[in-house]
């Protein structure tokens, strides 16, 4: 909307220059963030609302964490750490859990810190992406990896999970039809925010053959993949991947660590890129603080207790909304997910998320995501997050059971 | 070098792949760190060297700081903070700040925090840069902003400060035939490092006024604005432009605040693009930890005292190099600089800055930065950085002013 001077409506008519946002580059212009700010101002308003929208839940970071950072800043460790991809401390025990988790040898060298799993994704599509060229991602997806092809200069490509018999499931037909000679990577995340779908080892055998074959890069976004009930982790593309395949993992401390707000997460690549991740991490942030990577460090090294906690709490948190839910005749349940920290369900009377998402913030005061965050194929759906107390989380499913059966 | 089989020496023969790194973006493939790691390594090997090379000072963040963090561990602050361009204490701290010391009203959502100053640059140029667009920033100038300009995919065009009369000087008409209809901005540093170079009110003013006329961002890294013995800061741009102006202006509690080790800076640019940085920093870094903001906080609120103190030893450090190296012939000194952390030299009797530098680290155990760092008119030259203990610099101008009249 402009008003007659040609200058946005709103703007003061004696400003003798168009306002800035008209000089930021085109791709930038309509970027916008995705989150549920309208939704969160009305929650305000009513007053007792439970939040189950955030990916995030509700333990504060662990004391012995806590006290590492704390103990770094007592030391003094307030200087640039000279190894800007990571303190050796800390890369060192990734090598050592990743070694141990996934089965296979993972150099310390191939693992860079990152400020946050988003920073991790984003430098591994700085590293491949050349601008124009296309991203093939699979979707339900979390938004930020669209929104981010988009800002990288990449094409993004949504391929739906396909669902079938009440499960969603990668459907590699889809995949390689959508890949042709200008795609540079797959993207998807296992277990996947937000539908818990969790590649399969034969799925991941599928995807990286396939990589192989055409040299498109498998970006496999790993941050959930403690969180998972059928083994220590979930399926990896490490597992299976060579050195120097074309792959990368990211991962994050925010979720099975119960660290979300300490901005902290990595990225594992080919060991012959590391002098690539070294140069885009000097000119990008130059690195982690100290302190924080000292937290980072004893939540690996010390942490297996607390990732128990968090998968327990996910696991008992999707087993008591599904046990509300599929009470209520109105709920489309899928088949239980086995990881991550979402139910993903729909309402058979009202296929518009949106719709559903306010109907169930006003009658039952519960705080959901709406799938249309999460592209086409997820418009019905609400997202729940059940990485809470359990208490909390049973009053806030006997209030939506309430209001969904009236 | 490539070994007879086409791949690159050193690498497996029987790898039956290309390695990883063949296939980044050519872009990223040649990208190096600028950093002193040979020199380094040989320090090491020496043992006593006084290591003058890095752009930080040696004074622990004082406990004020560190006590709010460690505060906001104790009280639990290990969620997302949900205004991620910042929590609202840090940017109306920043607000209230900018606009005393600048003396113009700067509202707090023209600033956003990142994670350090260096992805302020980044946020910046990713703001406004196509790829194939070009910018034009000062030399000398510290490695990392032409290292960013190239990975964001612009072309890079330096400009040379005129070196008269013992000074460095902007030089407006090598700026302006610099720019050309694809000129998207002009970047600097002021203070300069290395040089210590500030700009004036006028050259500021220039500067505005040719980005004004032709719609030219300018893009002004005062990170050492603080450091400065003319008044409270050393001349901004953020003085002289108006909201809307095509303006962006880098800062980082790094040096002024003696938090190299924090990560955390900010960004001033124009309102309007306060959707754009929001949606940029959800997809760059989704936000910085509520524990470094809180230190970030009382730094900016009660930390004029520190800033003082680091501005003093600045100044001193200045001072004492000056009153020392001027004894040696062979060192050529410029106008004694005004501003910033950094001494910058040259041999009359060495064009080389490498062999000087390496010449000073073998004879006098001083480590400094090698011009050839900063740009082709620096290559000459040897930054030292001054803001240190005056015993340990006094101790390290002894050596060298031993070694140098030898």
């Given at each position: 909307m402009t008003s007659d001077t040609g200058?946005?409506?709103?703007?003061?008519?004696?400003?003798p220059r168009p306002p800035a946002a008209e000089r930021v580059r085109p791709l930038i212009r309509d970027l916008s963030t995705e989150n549920i700010a309208e939704l969160a101002v009305r929650a305000r308003e009513i007053g007792d609302v439970i939040p189950?929208?955030?990916?995030?839940?509700?333990?504060?970071?662990p004391a012995f964490i806590r006290d590492a950072a704390k103990a770094a800043f007592d030391a003094g460790?307030?200087?640039?750490?000279?190894d800007m991809r990571g303190a050796p401390a800390l890369t060192q025990a990734l090598a050592a859990y990743q070694t141990r988790l996934h089965g296979r040898p993972i150099a310390r060298e191939r693992s860079t810190v990152t400020p946050g799993g988003m920073q991790a994704l984003a430098l591994a599509l700085q590293l491949v992406l050349d601008p124009g060229r296309n991203v093939v991602y699979l979707e339900p997806q979390w938004p930020n990896i669209a929104n981010l092809i988009h800002l990288s200069g990449g094409e993004g490509r949504a391929v739906p999970l396909a669902f079938r018999d009440g499960d969603w499931r990668l459907d590699m037909d889809a995949v390689i039809a959508a890949?042709?000679?200008?795609?540079t990577a797959i993207v998807f995340s296992?277990?996947?925010?937000?539908?818990?779908?969790t590649a399969s080892r034969e799925d991941l055998a599928a995807l990286l053959a396939f990589g192989r074959e055409r040299g498109i890069w498998i970006v496999s976004d790993?941050?959930?993949?403690?969180?998972?009930?059928?083994?220590?982790?979930?399926?990896?593309?490490l597992e299976i991947a060579?050195?120097?395949?074309?792959v990368l993992s990211i991962n994050s401390f925010s979720k099975a660590w119960a660290?979300?707000?300490?901005?902290v997460g990595w990225l594992v690549h080919p060991l012959s890129v590391a002098p690539q991740l070294a140069a885009m991490t000097q000119y990008m942030n130059s690195g982690i603080a100290a302190t924080i990577q000292a937290g980072a460090t004893v939540a690996i090294e010390q942490g297996e207790e607390l990732v128990a906690t968090m998968r327990e709490r996910c696991r008992e948190g999707v087993d008591l909304a599904y046990a509300a839910l599929s009470?209520?005749?109105?709920v489309r349940l899928p088949?239980?997910?086995?990881?991550?920290?979402y139910v993903f369900f729909s309402l058979a009377s009202e296929p518009d998320s949106a719709i559903a998402c306010r109907r169930i913030l006003e009658e039952a005061h519960v705080g959901l995501a709406p799938g249309w965050f999460f592209g086409a194929p997820a418009r019905p759906y609400l997202r729940m997050c059940v990485a809470r107390d359990p208490v909390q989380l049973e009053s806030a499913l006997d209030r939506m059971v309430a209001a969904l059966r009236s």
């Open positions: 200058a946005p409506a709103g703007y003061p008519r004696n400003l189950l929208w955030y990916g995030e839940g509700d333990l504060v970071t460790q307030t200087f640039y750490v000279p890949c042709d000679a200008r795609t296992t277990p996947a925010n937000p539908t818990g779908w790993e941050v959930y993949n403690r969180l998972y009930w059928d083994g220590p982790s979930a399926p990896s593309i060579e050195d120097e395949d074309l660290m979300t707000g300490w901005r009470q209520v005749p109105d088949t239980k997910p086995r990881g991550g920290m």
